[in-house]
């Protein structure tokens, strides 16, 4: 006799297609722009922000554009809702169980790098707090794509992934935790297949 144990809402193997758009960025606080080894290490950073968020959660992140769940970090984004310019952190789109596709800022979240990084702070220390803030939004998006029905802004925790809003400390420095979606999705998601 085959048992077999419904679990309508398990998704397994979720690929996670992320990758950076050309772009710059520069400021009287961070003087010349990024160059070339500084983006490099800035992908580095937050490519290992996204694993940190995931591990034990049977997702893969990969440079895959066509992946069912993704993130773009592009130059800009501006709030559609606002017919003036609301500049903003990320966006996703998203139905659920199916996909969604997102981004995120990389001027805004490199500006937030350079207001909520503590002085005195180093070029490399700079160019580090611009990687985790990229990656945690990077995590954010992905996770109300993963979640698209939960309202994961609900969080009051300012230290997690799903706290509505990039201007804070937390987005750039120290350590960062799931709350309200990390049970959510180990449920949804569950381990790595051995
Ligand atoms: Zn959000």
Known sequence: VIVTIGCARTERGIEAGFW???VSYESRRLGAPVSPAEMARIESVARSELA????GLD????DNRRAR???AVVQDLSDPRFIRNVQIAGESRAVDGFGGAGSVSFAFLAGGAMVYTPEPATRAELIDAIGRGVGR???HEFTHQLLPNTDIHATKDAQSYE???ATRVEQYAGEIRWDLAGPLLRERIGPIRQ
């Open 52 to 55: 940190r968020a995931f591990t």
């Open 163 to 165: 706290y509505g809003s």
């Open 20 to 22: 950076f758009e050309p």
């Open 69 to 71: 769940y993704s993130v």
């Open 59 to 62: 997702i893969t992140v990969a």
């Open 137 to 139: 939004a990077a995590v």
